[in-house]
């Protein structure tokens, strides 16, 4: 996999890749909690890039080939007694690591796309950054508020084991928690799941540290419903009914606190993103962005 690395800001760097027609909308796809860039499948991208998008994916900080961070990750008490280091960023940051990305490629207004965290720190930028964004599409997150949207226990246990010391150990782990919360309603591929775990352990080796680093950022930032407010963007939401990471009252209670934001609940999908389900999510996408046009052109001007 090749990547660029650009200067986004407050001594951040982020891995970046390209695809499509550089001259085309642009679509910014955010990755989820230590998930790299290769989390947005070659093929979900292509059907994007045939459609005429310019596609921009990226690793977050603290995965993949971006910075990370160089405290030590919080520890199993720290996570329960929410006890954080002085240095602990928020998904406000992570936000403004994507805004300096568009800075840097001088791409001024784009359509957002993310999923799970990605679709939190995509929701921020769009919340603190409006005239940047032209639509947002949320898919299979949440806002932070207490007692939704939240893991299943089942899928706790596996994400509280001791962490994978070995490629192999990444390869198998990866196996193990894509059969709990894939999509029960598509084929399970572990062809397709072992070589991704392959590419981000060869891409960052252990890289439980800096997933640790990110999930204490979601937890510090808390209930965003309050936030969520200030989106202006049109908004779709869409997650899977069958979602053991994060439960499907997530994305109701996502659609509830942006105003005029559509819900689209996608029948057999988990917490991931089986090949089945990629023309669905490119018509979804490429619809709304669309529509999303067709609404600022009809809008009266100021």
Same mark, same amino acid.
């Given at each position: 996999?090749?990547?660029?690395?650009?200067?986004?800001? %407050?001594?951040?760097?982020?891995?970046?890749?390209?695809?499509?027609?550089?001259?085309?909308?642009?679509?910014?796809?955010?990755?989820?909690?230590?998930?790299?860039?290769?989390?947005?499948?070659?093929?979900?991208?292509?059907?994007?890039?045939?459609?005429?998008?310019?596609?921009?994916?990226?690793?977050?900080? *603290?995965?993949?080939?971006?910075?990370?961070?160089?405290?030590?990750?919080?520890?199993?008490?720290?996570?329960l007694?929410?006890?954080?280091?002085?240095?602990?960023?928020?998904?406000?940051?992570? =936000?403004?690591?994507?805004?300096?990305?568009?800075?840097?490629?001088?791409?001024?207004?784009?359509?957002?796309?993310?999923?799970?965290?990605?679709?939190?720190?995509?929701?921020?930028?769009?919340?603190?950054?409006?005239?940047?964004?032209?639509?947002?599409?949320s898919?299979?997150?949440?806002?932070?508020?207490?007692?939704?949207?939240?893991?299943?226990?089942?899928?706790?246990?596996?994400?509280?084991?001791?962490?994978?010391?070995?490629?192999?150990?990444?390869?198998?782990?990866?196996?193990?928690?894509?059969?709990?919360?894939?999509?029960?309603g598509?084929?399970?591929?572990?062809?397709?799941?072992?070589?991704?775990a392959?590419?981000?352990?060869?891409?960052?080796?252990?890289?439980?540290?800096?997933?640790? %680093?990110?999930?204490?950022?979601?937890?510090?930032?808390?209930?965003?419903?309050?936030?969520?407010?200030?989106?202006?963007?049109?908004?779709?939401?869409?997650?899977?009914?069958?979602?053991?990471?994060?439960?499907?009252?997530g994305?109701?209670?996502?659609?509830? =606190?942006?105003?005029?934001?559509?819900?689209?609940?996608?029948?057999?999908?988990?917490?991931?993103?089986?090949?089945?389900?990629w023309?669905?999510?490119?018509?979804?996408?490429? *619809?709304?962005?669309?529509?999303?046009?067709?609404?600022?052109?009809?809008?009266?001007? %100021?």
């Open positions: 996999m090749t990547a660029q690395l650009v200067d986004v800001g %407050r001594g951040v760097r982020l891995a970046y890749q390209r695809l499509g027609d550089p001259d085309g909308t642009p679509i910014v796809l955010i990755a989820g909690l230590g998930q790299q860039m290769h989390a947005w499948p070659d093929g979900l991208c292509r059907l994007l890039t045939e459609r005429g998008y310019s596609v921009l994916r990226f690793d977050n900080r *603290d995965v993949g080939e971006s910075t990370h961070s160089t405290f030590p990750p919080p520890s199993s008490l720290d996570f007694r929410k006890r954080w280091h002085p240095a602990q960023y928020e998904l406000r940051d992570m =936000a403004a690591d994507t805004v300096g990305l568009l800075d840097a490629l001088d791409l001024d207004v784009v359509h957002l796309v993310g999923m799970s965290m990605g679709g939190m720190i995509a929701q921020t930028v769009a919340a603190r950054q409006p005239r940047r964004v032209a639509s947002l599409t898919l299979m997150s949440t806002t932070g508020a207490p007692r939704v949207g939240r893991p299943a226990l089942s899928t706790w246990r596996r994400m509280a084991g001791r962490p994978p010391r070995t490629r192999a150990e990444h390869v198998d782990a990866a196996i193990r928690m894509f059969r709990h919360i894939g999509s029960a598509y084929p399970f591929d572990e062809a397709a799941v072992r070589e991704a392959a590419i981000t352990w060869d891409r960052d080796p252990r890289p439980a540290a800096g997933v640790g %680093r990110q999930l204490a950022g979601i937890l510090l930032s808390g209930d965003r419903t309050r936030e969520l407010a200030a989106v202006t963007a049109p908004t779709l939401v869409l997650h899977g009914d069958r979602d053991l990471m994060v439960a499907p009252t994305g109701a209670v996502t659609a509830r =606190a942006i105003a005029g934001a559509r819900l689209h609940t996608l029948t057999g999908m988990g917490h991931d993103l089986p090949e089945g389900v023309p669905t999510l490119a018509d979804l996408i490429d *619809d709304h962005i669309r529509t999303a046009a067709t609404r600022s052109t009809d809008a009266p001007k %100021r």
